[in-house]
């Protein structure tokens, strides 16, 4: 058997950037014999194998042909007389379509090293288009290297857009989107992804309110890039990214991405409370009210959060009033209910005795 570092780790490596995990193809083997070196296989039916040491994955080299509708519609094709060319002829992008054999050669029959140097991501072969997340992965890549000056490459563009056109989108499961879309949040430019999502219409099935209005659109990216820029958590991210949309449309869509709950509940406060973060003063009730609707009392980490994400948005939180709330927030979480207690207050008198008192720590700050 021949042993291949494949995909990612030859890119990166190529591109002298750090590798992060080490995929392996193996070519004329047998799951037998993978097994009898101490190897582990993955699923029942899927023909990768972790090492019994390094515990990174070895597959068998494979091709895979559609066979139906979306993400299971494949079928798997597995043999010693598969070859490498072969293996790598299914995957997505020229540049994860290189293998080295372990004295360092390059094998690369699909030109990825090529398109390395001009900074071109492009489909392997037309079967791309069989797998719709392909789409999310090729926006990602181009996330992720955009800084570099990666671009996709305008045939590729031009499948991707037919993709689109062609409804292939709306076959992906939510889980998978959402995978690609979180780890997109986190690629060194995310405002990237949804450029290129824009630009061949699959941002029409996953977004929607985003495509239907450029300004949505504009504030979104230009939230997303600040909270990016500043390195902030997914939830910001998300939250910046969805700030535009009405609570209704909050919950819709994070519901069917099937996000976290973490990522909808602080979606939902910011565009709750967006209106606050935007006035150009605040009243010591106001303020106390949306630490009450944000739950600033018992939360106050995901508070932090949501001042942060409301200072990304356009016109939104300065950095003055930002460092007041989260001084205001404190002073008033320092409100001794003990001590109303042991004043005599209790049930309803106690929530207003706390109330009051809160309000007039507030007071001190925004006058
Ligand atoms: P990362 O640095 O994010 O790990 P990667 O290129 O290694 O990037 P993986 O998701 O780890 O990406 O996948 C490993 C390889 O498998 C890819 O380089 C690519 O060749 C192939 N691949 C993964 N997903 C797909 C897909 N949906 N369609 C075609 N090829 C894919
Ligand atoms: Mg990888």
Not at 33 to 55: I, R
Not at 358 to 363: A, G, P
Request: charged fraction near 25%; proline fraction near 5%.
């Amino acid at each position: 058997m021949q042993i291949y570092l494949v995909g990612g780790a030859v890119r990166d490596k190529l591109l002298d950037i750090p590798v992060k995990d080490r995929d392996w193809v193996v070519v004329g083997a047998t799951p037998r014999e993978m097994l009898a070196q101490g190897f582990k296989q993955v699923g029942a039916d899927f023909p990768v194998f972790l090492h019994p040491q390094s515990h990174e994955e070895y597959a068998l080299a494979r091709t895979e042909r559609k066979s139906g509708q979306g993400y299971h519609g494949f079928s798997v094709y597995s043999a010693p007389d598969v070859s490498l060319e072969d293996d790598l002829r299914r995957r997505d992008l020229t540049i994860n379509a290189m293998a080295m054999s372990e004295d360092g050669t390059l094998v690369d029959p699909f030109h990825g090293r090529e398109d390395l140097e001009n900074r071109q991501l492009r489909h392997v072969s037309e079967a791309f288009a069989e797998d719709p997340l392909r789409i999310l992965r090729a926006a990602r890549f181009a996330a992720r290297f955009h800084h570099l000056g990666f671009r996709v490459a305008e045939d590729t563009m031009a499948l991707m857009k037919q993709m689109a056109a062609d409804g292939e989108v709306r076959h992906l499961v939510p889980e998978r989107v959402w995978q690609e879309i979180q780890r997109a949040l986190h690629e060194v430019t995310p405002v990237t992804f949804f450029d290129v999502l824009r630009e061949c219409g699959a941002i029409q099935d996953l977004i929607p309110e985003l495509a239907d209005n450029d300004e949505c659109f504009r504030n979104a990216m230009s939230a997303l890039a600040s909270a990016a820029g500043q390195e902030l958590a997914t939830e910001c991210r998300c939250a910046a990214l969805l700030h535009g949309l009405s609570t209704e449309q909050v919950n819709a869509r994070t519901a069917a991405l099937k996000a976290p709950n973490d990522c909808r509940d602080l979606s939902r406060l910011v565009v709750e409370l967006a209106p606050l973060a935007q006035a150009p003063s605040l009243s010591a009730e106001q303020v106390l009210e949306g630490f009450n609707q944000a739950d600033a009392w018992r939360r106050p980490g995901r508070f932090t959060l949501l001042l942060q994400t409301l200072a990304c948005l356009p016109e939104g939180l300065d950095p003055g009033t930002h460092q007041r709330l989260r001084d205001t927030l404190e002073a008033a979480r320092s409100v001794n209910v003990r001590s109303l207690m042991s004043q005599g207050f209790k049930g309803k008198a106690l929530g207003e005795a706390i109330g009051l008192e809160r309000l007039r720590v507030v007071s001190r700050y925004f006058p």
